[in-house]
């Protein structure tokens, strides 16, 4: 069967391709990357760019990278030097989860005025700080925290993607089950016409295998898979933008592929 996003009471909402829409993206290490990567939200930024006539802005208090070396959110290294510095903006960090964002959204929903909230947590909540359970009930808090900032922002929620550690522990395996059950409930439950939210889908074939480089961080075909997720979500239910038209050689320079600092 086919992998569609889950779409609620939204099917019916187009967002105008005549207002400027600011994205933010949320995440954890999977979003904002470590240096040399080009990462998902810089394929994201360019089918942004590709879509016709969409008034767009990416906002956010962040623009760096994870710097290995340093231990810390520090490099400005991405693949592509090209990147625009202001399509660098995000809120996402190495380490970060549902725990960490959901105290700090509504401030930078509001400090942003953010409209769009492109959300992937939850992987290192699981493996590290909260059970299932615990972990949707910070997603919901999340959402409804970012409510408090802009009653009518929207939001698209990537499920958790298991990763090499639940091939060899079933436990975790279960958990990343049970928290995307859990999370299904909750966009079902808190979708509304004023501030919807998406369940986006795991993009299909997405294998860890092939589009990580560790078993959980997305090599340059993941990045196009995870942006692919978001962008077919928004363009089926709301009609923003158009179907992912990237892929794994897609508008990407060759002089700008280069190594992580060893």
Known sequence: MAQVSIVTSQAGVVISHDDAMRFLFVGDSMTIGRAGDFTWRYRMWQHLEASPGLAYEIVGPRSTLYDTEADAPLSPAYADPSFPPAARRHLSGWGEGWLHMAPVIADAVRGTEADVLLVSLGLIDLGFYTDAEQTAANARAFIEAARTANPHIRMVLLPVIPNIRAETDAPFAASCARF???????????????????LASRPPGYDIHRDT?????????????????????????????????GGPTARVPAQAQVSAPA
């Open 180 to 198: 995307n059950e859990l999370l299904a409930k909750a966009v079902a439950d808190l979708d509304t016409r004023s501030s919807p939210v998406l």
């Open 213 to 245: 480089y560790d078993g959980t961080h997305p090599g340059p075909t993941g990045e196009h898979l995870l942006a692919g997720a978001f962008a077919d979500a928004m363009h089926q239910a709301w009609g923003l933008g158009g179907p992912y038209a």
